[in-house]
């Protein structure tokens, strides 16, 4: 089993392109047989080829032996001097046990992995864990997605035993004499997956001999399933995806109505995944429901929340957010210089020889004097208002974004361009001001805004 450890570590690093020696690993560990193993194994490894590694336990307080197995996990890691960390986990007896500290574990990983640099999470899951987790997706009638089961990489998380049997893990244990420590909750039959283990799938086993290669086969064709939809997607991406950002997903919100909801929510998955690199929270079938149900019949400007993300729904367009809550934050004003970003656009300023004003609004030509006495960003304020170059009178912007059908999100990216005195000189792409020194326009310089990075 360790030729089979060793070869997913080199399998990892080739991934990520590093090599072994620089690998960090935060694994998963209960004390239970299954993540000892694991660990030791791990610990082997990295006598040979010194990557870090480190432990994180997870204390459910959910029996008497809580306490017990904390510091059986504790004093393992410190004979064996490895980084360990422990979180208590207290889950509302209302909730469903299972899903609820499952979620939990997994969100105080992806935390503390980024906390310590973790390139990767390890969880102890075999091939016995898939194939259970497989027949209950079939009691349930899952949809296929759900039916490929356990999953051996998912964002940061990598499961490198899933292809291995139960059996062999206990012969690892008592060959090597790796001691664990017995959960007695595994025992209880009020634990939906433990009366699967003991009772359910046994027994459906007994009636249907091939019931395991069938729930495999079963799961590898929803692989494939996935894997093609995920090539679509990459194909065609520049139709499906708009615009992109660390913060901002711009999607062609008619080519996504027509999806089916697996398909759906495969593309909203890895949009997740591919450009935020964030794993949205396990949903219903019915949640995904209603999500189709918002993209086909809400209005423009109507929020959907999704777990991490927020999707607002924008005239042909669905904009997916990151980070909803800091973008609604009043942002610093900042100074304007040369490459200056704000939100996904650039400022770039050159020098010209051109006296005359572009018609072009994502351009703009001021004197050099004025660009030195000091310009700077901010977003819009009520009651703002813009003397315009055209016109010559004072425009409100909320007028200008109203004729200009700028939407909610727009209104927050939109940049406003002041000088020192918080006049305002130009607003990108909508308008410039007329300035009193235009008829000098000696020294000048071109300023640019380059939107949608």
Request: net charge positive; charged share 25%.
């Amino acid at each position: 089993m360790i030729r089979i450890l060793k070869n997913k570590l080199i399998n990892y690093c080739n991934e990520l392109t590093i090599p072994l020696q620089e690998l960090s690993i935060l694994v998963s560990f209960s004390g239970g047989i299954d993540s000892m193993v694991l660990v030791s194994l791990l610990l082997e490894l990295r006598k040979e080829y010194g990557f870090d590694l480190a432990l994180m336990h997870f204390n459910h307080n959910a029996h008497v032996k809580a306490k017990i197995c904390e510091k059986f996990c504790r004093s393992f890691a410190i004979n064996n001097n490895v980084k360990y960390y422990n979180r208590d986990l207290f889950i509302n007896k209302r909730d469903n046990f299972e899903s609820s500290s499952r979620g939990k574990r997994y969100t105080e990983l992806n935390t503390i992995a980024d906390k310590i640099s973790s390139h990767l999470i390890f969880t102890a899951h075999h091939l016995d864990d898939q194939i259970e987790t497989l027949y209950m997706k079939m009691l349930d009638n899952a949809d296929w997605i759900s039916k490929i089961g356990i999953r051996e990489k998912l964002g940061k998380i990598r499961r490198p035993l899933l292809t291995v049997r139960k059996k062999e893990i206990k012969q690892i244990a008592i060959d090597k004499k790796i001691s664990w420590m017995e959960d007695p909750t595994n025992n209880d039959l009020s634990f939906r997956r433990n009366l699967v283990r003991k009772s359910l799938l046994p027994r459906a086993i007994k009636l249907n001999k091939k019931l395991e290669s069938q729930l495999l086969g079963e799961s590898q064709n929803s692989k494939v399933k996935l894997n093609l939809y995920l090539s679509e997607f990459s194909k065609k991406c520049e139709d499906l995806i708009l615009q992109n950002s660390k913060q901002i997903i711009t999607v062609d919100i008619n080519a996504i109505k027509k999806m089916d909801i697996e398909k759906l929510k495969i593309f909203i998955y890895w949009c997740s995944s591919n450009y935020f690199n964030i794993d949205i929270p396990i949903k219903t079938r019915n949640f995904w429901i209603e999500l189709s149900n918002y993209l086909n019949d809400s209005k423009t400007g109507s929020i959907y929340i999704l777990g991490p993300i927020t999707l607002i729904l924008n005239r042909g367009e669905l904009l997916l957010i990151s980070d909803y809550v800091h973008f609604l934050k009043e942002p610093e004003k900042i100074k304007l210089t040369q490459n200056k970003k704000w939100y996904n656009s650039i400022f770039t300023i050159v020098n010209s020889d051109n006296s005359v004003l572009s018609i072009d609004k994502n351009q703009c030509l001021l004197t050099e004097d004025l660009i030195n006495d000091g310009l700077y960003l901010r977003r819009w304020k009520n009651g703002d208002k813009i003397l315009s170059s055209n016109s010559t009178q004072h425009i409100l912007l909320s007028n200008l974004f109203i004729n200009k059908k700028i939407s909610r999100i727009g209104k927050l990216m939109q940049p406003v361009v002041v000088n020192k005195l918080d006049d305002i000189v130009w607003v990108p792409g909508l308008a410039h001001a007329k300035l009193p020194d235009e008829s000098s326009l000696y020294k000048r310089k071109l300023l640019e805004w380059i939107p949608a990075l």
